[in-house]
C-alpha cells in the first residue's frame, strides 16, 4: 500500500534560518506529490504540489522536487518567518482505481521564534 | 467566494448519543471526503464520495455513517458505535480538472461529555 513517512518535529527555528522538511514515500505507480499546511486551530491549506518525476512544486517561497529516484518530496524555505509556524504534511495521492485517496505523513510541527 | 463549511466549530457528544456534523461547498466539486485527525497520527480517510448517491468507505468507517443527496452537502453521523470519537473531523472536496487537488473546510472538534 501507498505510505509516506516525514521527520519527526517539532523543529524550532529562529527567523530568517533555512528550512528543510524531509519526507519520503513508497505508493504504486507515478502519485501525484503534496504539501499542505495547517495554521493553529484551522483546517489544512494546499502549500505546493507536483503531479510528475522532476518537478518542482514552489509557493510563498517554499520549494519541493519530485524526486523519483529516491523516492522523495522535501519541503525546503530559504528564510523562514514566525508567520511560517504551523504543522506541515506531506501526502500523496494514487488515482487507482479511478479514486483519488490521500495518503498523509503524520505531519511535523515548526515553530520559528523572532 | 467559493469554499467549504463545516459546521458546528465544536460539538459535543453525550454518552450513547449519535451527533451529525455538517459539510457543504460550493466549489461545484463532484467528490468529497471526510478525514479525522488525531494528534500525531496524521489524517485517517473515513468515508468518500465520487458522486452524488454513492459512497465508499476509508480506512477507519466503523462506527461512522454518510450521505450524499446533494453534490454540495456530504455529513458525516458519529454514531454510539464509535467508542473514541474524540478528534478533529475535516471534510474536503476536489473536482474538474484538478480534481486530484483537495480542498478542506476549517473543521469540527468533537468532544465527549
Known amino acids: 500500500g501507498n505510505s509516506v513517512t516525514q521527520m519527526e518535529g517539532p523543529v524550532t527555528l529562529s527567523e530568517e534560518a533555512f528550512l528543510t522538511i524531509n519526507c519520503t514515500y513508497t505508493?504504486?505507480?507515478?502519485?501525484?506529490l503534496f504539501w499542505y499546511v495547517q495554521y493553529p486551530g484551522e483546517g489544512l491549506q494546499l502549500l505546493l504540489k507536483?503531479?510528475?518525476?522532476?518537478d518542482k512544486g514552489s509557493n510563498k517561497g517554499f520549494e519541493a522536487t519530485y524526486r523519483k529516484e529516491t523516492t522523495s518530496f522535501h519541503l525546503e524555505k530559504g528564510s523562514v518567518q514566525v508567520s511560517d509556524s504551523a504543522v506541515y504534511f506531506c501526502a500523496l495521492i494514487s488515482s487507482g482505481a479511478g479514486s483519488y485517496q490521500l495518503t498523509f505523513g503524520k505531519g511535523t510541527k515548526l515553530s520559528v521564534i523572532p | 467566494d467559493g469554499g467549504i463549511t463545516q459546521s458546528p466549530k465544536y460539538l459535543f457528544r453525550k454518552e450513547g448519543q449519535n451527533v451529525t456534523l455538517s459539510c457543504e461547498q460550493n466549489?461545484?466539486?463532484?467528490?468529497m471526503y471526510w478525514y479525522r485527525q488525531d494528534p500525531g497520527q496524521g489524517l485517517r480517510l473515513i468515508y468518500y464520495s465520487q458522486i452524488v448517491n454513492d459512497f465508499q468507505k476509508g480506512d477507519i468507517a466503523e462506527g461512522y455513517s454518510v450521505s450524499r443527496e446533494k453534490k454540495e452537502s456530504f455529513p458525516l453521523t458519529v454514531t454510539s458505535a464509535q467508542k473514541n470519537p474524540t478528534a478533529f473531523y475535516l471534510c474536503a472536496s476536489s473536482g474538474g480538472q484538478g480534481r486530484e487537488t483537495q480542498y478542506f473546510g476549517p473543521g469540527t472538534r468533537l468532544l465527549v461529555l
Open positions: 507536483a503531479t510528475k518525476a522532476d
Open positions: 505508493a504504486t505507480g507515478y502519485p501525484s
Open positions: 466549489l461545484n466539486h463532484d467528490a
